[in-house]
């Protein structure tokens, strides 16, 4: 009997913990929404631009920072091909 209330008070007490994590992480998610749309519109009104347009920017910027890192990886990887091209020992002037 006393171990079966022990296990309902450990498993209540476990819900209870999860159930205030999950508030915390909701109300922590809220607030960086809340917050970042909030510097996208004051940015706006400092540059007197539309807020949609200074989203709009951050969504294109980023994705020309990821395609500039890949642009970087590929030429990187076409240097590197082209070097070991250039330094390969050829034993006779005819591998060309």
Do not use: C, P
Request: aromatic share 18%; charged share 20%.
């Amino acid at each position: 009997m006393e171990r079966a209330i022990l296990f309902q008070i450990k498993k209540t007490n476990f819900i209870t913990i999860k159930l205030y994590m999950l508030s915390f992480v909701i109300k922590l998610k809220y607030f960086f929404e809340k917050q970042g749309f909030h510097i996208a519109s004051r940015l706006a009104d400092r540059l007197g631009m539309r807020a949609n347009s200074v989203r709009l920017f951050f969504i294109y910027i980023s994705f020309v920072t990821a395609g500039l890192w890949f642009g970087v990886y590929l030429t990187i990887g076409f240097l590197i091909k082209l070097k070991d091209l250039v330094r390969a020992k050829r034993s006779s002037v005819f591998d060309l």
